[in-house]
């Protein structure tokens, strides 16, 4: 048996040591519910709700300024019978400028029960494609490479793997979600760009105010090697176990306020608005974002509502 508290020092101790080298650029698709849409962001989440579940989250970063991110994703994810294995597959289209990307990947993790206090650690790998196409007539661009006048269209693979240790009360998730190096376009270049190993590290925990109300706060921590961090914190209110409410903070970015509806035992909507807090607040009307989550009450089980 493994002692809970060696466990969770060990993982300290390990996403300090990946974090002190690595910083972040914004290269994938940002998300605010990060906290609703948790395989998007690591593997091992597959299958932790514990019954078929299907999310859809569209994004509209930046209103106002032409060519801004749109991000759409649709993700399923179910445990098998024996509970242990953990089904995903993720569908990403990213919109940026004149670039357009897809990601598709599959999802596996494997859960190991540590004690008789629920406490589980769960084992996730993705293996996919990243599909960038460019259309270069999409806008003017000053500083344009010459080698892409031409709009491209590159297929990638992408291999990734993620550790989810939790309960129903509190987890923390450490993933990669691709080792291998992709293309990407990149705004600030306007050209197409080498992505770098992305990290992420998130946590969450719910407290019990009362018999109606519980607050949870969570986090993600994104790295990437030549560029700063970029931290998410967030603090949501639940609310008779069907509604909630919230703000969150994204360094040196934004802040949000996010609301959500548990409209049947099986039907989650959330709604997130970002007011941007830099110096590109003068040039738009914030940031929009919509998740639509529906679950599938397995035969025998009763849908009991989840936090995480």
Do not use: C
């Not at 994703?73 to 289209?93: M, Q, Y």
């Not at 998130?202 to 993600?220: D, H, M, R």
């Amino acid at each position: 048996m493994i002692h809970k508290s060696s466990l969770i020092k060990g993982l300290i101790v390990l996403v300090f040591i990946l974090t002190s080298t690595i910083s972040f650029a914004q290269q994938d698709p940002q998300y605010t519910h990060y906290m609703f849409n948790t395989m998007s962001v690591n593997p091992a989440y597959a299958g932790q709700r514990e019954t078929l579940s299907i999310v859809g989250l569209h994004r509209s970063q930046w209103v106002g300024i032409d060519g801004a991110p749109q991000t759409q994703s649709l993700s399923f994810h179910t445990p098998l019978r024996n509970e242990r294995i953990g089904l995903g597959l993720n569908i990403v289209k990213d919109a940026l400028g004149p670039a357009s990307e897809t990601f598709v990947d599959a999802n596996v993790s494997y859960t190991i029960p540590l004690n008789a206090n629920d406490l589980k650690l769960s084992f996730g790998v993705k293996g996919g494609i990243h599909l960038l196409d460019t259309d270069w007539s999409k806008g003017t661009f000053r500083d344009a490479d010459p080698a892409y006048q031409n709009n491209i269209n590159l297929v990638s693979p992408m291999v990734g793997a993620g550790l989810y240790l939790h309960t129903r009360k509190w987890y923390l998730g450490l993933a990669v979600p691709n080792f291998i190096d992709t293309d990407h376009y990149d705004d600030y270049e306007e050209s197409v760009a080498t992505e770098r190993m992305h990290f992420y590290f998130i946590g969450g925990y719910v407290f019990n105010l009362s018999e109606t109300t519980e607050f949870k706060p969570a986090f993600l921590v994104k790295g990437v090697s030549g560029a700063p961090l970029i931290a998410d914190v967030s603090a949501n209110f639940w609310f008779q176990k069907n509604f909630t409410l919230g703000v969150a903070w994204r360094w040196d970015d934004s802040v949000s306020a996010l609301a959500g509806l548990q409209i049947t035992p099986g039907m989650f909507v959330g709604y997130s608005y970002d007011m941007t807090t830099t110096g590109l607040s003068n040039y738009n009307s914030g940031s929009h974002e919509l998740t639509l989550r529906f679950e599938i009450k397995r035969l025998g089980r009763i849908l009991s509502p989840r936090f995480f």
